[in-house]
């Protein structure tokens, strides 16, 4: 079985940084795509950032573009968001989300717990 867990959230004035991470575990061959999602409040589940498995290709939520900044390391099976610039609007709870490849050979759609992300203005 997979796990992955989600850290970094908290509350942040508007303006500031947060930098989240999320940490694979378990067993499994590989992790091709990782990305983060956020749900705001009333709202649907809505992707913010993705990047392949060698880190060459990112995309951005038109929202958060130049403000946040995925990355992973592939040696400890993480993934991170470094946002900055951040603003009231960015509040949600941001989900870690991974295509794992399990040992079978089987992609496995894989999500954290969440992480609650607040920015007060």
Not at 24 to 32: E, K, P, R
Not at 79 to 90: A, F, G
Request: glycine share 10%; charged share 15%.
């Amino acid at each position: 079985q997979v796990h992955l867990v989600e850290s970094g959230g908290g509350l942040v004035q508007a303006g500031g940084s947060l930098r989240l991470s999320c940490a694979a575990s378990g067993s499994f061959l590989t992790i091709n795509i990782m990305a983060w999602y956020r749900q705001a409040p009333g709202k649907d589940r809505e992707p913010v950032a993705l990047i392949t498995k060698s880190g060459t290709s990112t995309q951005y939520a038109d929202s958060v573009k130049g403000r946040f900044t995925i990355s992973r390391d592939n040696a400890k099976n993480t993934v991170y968001l470094q946002m900055n610039s951040l603003k009231p609007e960015d509040t949600g709870v941001y989900y870690c989300n991974a295509a794992v490849v399990g040992v079978d050979y089987s992609t496995i759609d894989t999500w954290g717990q969440g992480t609650q992300v607040d920015v007060s203005s």
